[in-house]
């Protein structure tokens, strides 16, 4: 049984470009959770999703960022338009109910030269 | 809301000895869940052990237990028998009741097992 995959593991965007993060949930997870780890802190809650739909965006910034989690395929977390603040690793987690332990990726490094 | 605090931003420990990073929180759910991870250098993170509000017993995990004291709200982890590859950043994050595993994590302590 696969982990939960994300990718690509390393991302460099030129400010302004467009970055997308992808995540796999493990096998028969139907619930998604994206983080964010800026240097030197702890992991901080963006968005939450179940399938097709958008549980909790509380911790998303208002612009520029948007995330999906359609029927087929993985989850995408989207930055539009990037800025040298949105460097970070991007966590995505997933768990099989709403109240189990999540389970991580190994992260998406994204730099932004 | 939840509040995380994590007091040692480093801790050093001996090979073969017994370590133990604390947390406090501060949470106004009744029923809620705490979660410890481990992040080492390589960057993933990795489950460690889940203790419940309502559980009677400390929870233990091989080499990890918790150190669960509810009326000081604090869940502070104890790694036995240190191995060299226990060497990395330790999260803890508490569960709420509301529904969904929005965890909430503190700013970690960085834990360095010498020979």
């Known amino acids: 049984n696969a982990g939960v995959m994300q990718n690509p593991r390393h991302l460099v965007r030129r400010r302004g470009q467009e970055a997308r993060l992808r995540c796999s949930p493990m096998k028969g997870h139907s619930h998604v959770y994206w983080y964010r780890q800026l240097p030197e802190e702890g992991l901080k809650f963006m968005v939450y999703?179940?399938?097709?739909?958008?549980?909790?965006e509380s911790g998303m910034p208002k612009e520029r960022f948007s995330a999906e989690f359609p029927k087929e395929g993985p989850s995408i977390l989207r930055i539009q338009q990037v800025v040298r603040g949105d460097s970070a690793a991007y966590f995505c987690?997933?768990?099989?109910?709403?109240?189990?332990?999540?389970?991580f990726g190994s992260g998406t490094q994204l730099s932004v030269l | 809301a939840q509040k995380i605090t994590q007091t040692q931003p480093g801790m050093f420990v001996q090979e073969k000895e017994a370590v133990t990073l604390d947390c406090t929180y501060d949470?106004?759910?009744?029923?809620?869940?705490l979660f410890w991870y481990k992040q080492p250098s390589s960057g993933e993170m990795i489950f460690l052990i889940y203790q419940g509000s309502y559980d009677e017993q400390n929870a233990t995990e091989g080499r990890y237990s918790l150190n669960f004291q509810k009326a000081r709200k604090s869940a502070n982890l104890v790694i036995s028998a240190s191995q060299l590859g226990d060497s990395a950043m330790y999260f803890c994050a508490p569960l709420g009741s509301g529904g969904g595993n929005k965890l909430t994590f503190g700013t970690g302590t960085q834990l360095k097992v010498e020979l």
């Open positions: 949470t106004s759910d009744q029923s809620y869940g």
């Open positions: 999703l179940q399938k097709e739909n958008i549980i909790d």
């Open positions: 987690a997933s768990s099989p109910t709403d109240n189990e332990k999540l389970f």
